[in-house]
T-cell receptor, first 112, second 110 residues
């Protein structure tokens, strides 16, 4: 069966510090991978998605970047965090062909 | 206009009643429609999806799709307090991007 791992679960970072969140998927090949952000009391905002290694599509211009160095690994990064980067970050995957998406457990990021 | 719109609620229903959650979408090219449940502080979990016009049933849940009206709904029969959560509607336009509504908070009163 397929599983998705996302870490860390919680993170408190000072303004201006770097960020690296990692997500890995097991039990499937060539998944579509996604990063979403959910601000407090808000819906899910699609940040990045990837249909293959090195293929990253950005949905929202911002202080973040994503990379996919391996087939089942997706990384969200920032060089300098802003207060507005606080939120609940969710990694998700779907099978090739775009069927339903499955979410990781999420990372709650607080920028102070 | 938002791509996917939901009433934020809260929608309160008594235990055992039918809860009806609604979602509208703006892009007529949308192909797949999903309902997720999200408990407070947790990640969304998939309840069901629907591709074709009409109804699709899975246990106590029924998804209804009307593409002409650009409307999708979720019915929860015999609502339980454990169903209390935020329900997210999502749409896929066939471009591998899932666009979510802001969710409807459901409260099932014991």
């Amino acid at each position: 069966s397929q599983t998705i791992h996302q870490w860390p679960a919680t993170l408190v970072q000072p303004v201006g510090s770097p960020l690296s969140l990692e997500c890995t998927v097991e039990g499937t090949s060539n998944p579509n991978l996604y990063w979403y952000r959910q601000a407090a009391g808000r819906g899910l905002q699609l940040l990045f998605y990837s249909v293959g290694i090195g293929q990253i599509s950005s949905e929202v211009p911002q202080n973040l970047s994503a990379s996919r160095p391996q087939d089942r690994q997706f990384i969200l990064s920032s060089k300098k965090l802003l207060l507005s980067d606080s939120g609940f970050y969710l990694c998700a995957w779907s099978r090739p062909g775009g069927t339903e998406a499955f979410f990781g457990q999420g990372t709650r990021l607080t920028v102070v | 206009q938002k791509e996917v719109e939901q009433n934020s609620g809260p929608l309160s229903v008594p235990e055992g009643a039918i809860a009806s959650l609604n979602c509208t979408y703006s892009d007529r090219g949308s192909q797949s429609f999903f309902w997720y449940r999200q408990y407070s502080g947790k990640s969304p979990e998939l309840i069901m999806f629907i591709y074709s016009n009409g109804d699709k049933e899975d246990g106590r849940f029924t998804a209804q799709l009307n593409k002409a009206s650009q409307y999708v709904s979720l019915l929860i029969r015999d609502s339980q307090p454990s169903d209390s959560a935020t329900y997210l509607c999502a749409v896929d336009r066939g471009t591998y991007k899932y666009i979510f509504g802001t969710g409807t908070r459901l409260k099932v009163l014991a």
